[in-house]
């Protein structure tokens, strides 16, 4: 398995709390990204970097930032968390997402709860 | 839009059985597609992945998929699945030089009866 950590691992909070997650990557790896998982939707991506402070938003960015001050983290913040942000969150990391043998992996995720 | 439609939401076999789950994708220009499988309580892992070539692709654990251009599909194929085949499988599909950035489809959950 690729050496990714995601922590917290599960995480139950109050709506209008400021939340953060933390992905953390051993592989050295360029490109990092935010993704939640929810029932029917598949994983949807939140936010990626291709670089240190280098960041972009993905398909449902609406209510998150991110910051990459260095390779290997990458935070996700929800400024103030609501109940439509209840979901699995997944961290993921690719070397060079544009070439053949690249691979992307996933961490173990994230279970947030927001009563 | 960029998109990816996985039209079986929850299949349920028997052990031997082959499998085909179907994927289609909505995308402009050069696509690379891929099947994930996510176990129970797991994170994702790669099946298999085309980024072109040949279109008949073989992945871990006997899986293997076709990429049917005229289609616009992806679909995953296992001759003979196994009990520990029971797991979320997800299609998903990202464009030339975008970053790596995924389109996921809706997943089908898998269900091997022994």
């Known amino acids: 398995d690729a050496g990714i950590t995601q922590s917290p691992r599960h995480k139950v909070t109050e709506t209008g709390t400021p939340v953060t997650l933390r992905c953390h990557q051993t592989?050295?790896?360029?490109?990092m990204y935010w993704y939640r998982q929810d029932p029917g939707h598949g994983l949807r991506l939140i936010h990626y970097?291709?670089?240190?402070?280098?960041?972009d938003k993905g398909e449902v960015s609406d209510g998150y930032s991110v910051s990459r001050s260095k390779t290997e983290d990458f935070l996700l913040t929800l400024e103030s968390a609501t109940s439509s942000q209840t979901s699995v969150y997944f961290c993921?990391?690719?070397?060079?997402?544009?070439?053949?043998?690249?691979?992307?992996?996933f961490g173990p995720g994230t279970r947030l709860t927001v009563l | 839009a960029q998109s990816v439609s996985q039209h079986n939401h929850h299949v349920i076999l028997s052990e031997a059985a082959s499998l085909e789950l179907g994927c289609n994708y909505s995308?402009?220009?050069?696509?690379?597609l891929f099947w994930y499988v996510q176990y129970p309580g797991q994170h994702l892992q790669l099946l298999l992945k085309?980024?072109?070539?040949?279109?008949l692709v073989k992945g871990i654990k006997g899986f293997e998929a076709e990429f049917i251009k005229s289609k616009f599909s992806f679909n995953l194929r296992k001759p003979s699945v196994q009990w520990s085949d029971t797991a979320e499988y997800f299609c998903?599909?990202?464009?030339?030089?975008?970053?790596?950035?995924?389109?996921f489809g809706q997943g089908t959950e898998l269900s091997v009866k022994p």
């Open positions: 592989e050295n790896h360029r490109y």
């Open positions: 085309y980024f072109s070539g040949d279109p």
């Open positions: 970097s291709y670089g240190v402070k280098d960041t």
């Open positions: 993921a990391i690719s070397e060079a997402p544009s070439s053949r043998t690249d691979t992307q992996y």
């Open positions: 998903a599909a990202s464009g030339g030089n975008q970053g790596g950035k995924l389109i």
């Open positions: 995308y402009g220009g050069t696509v690379n």
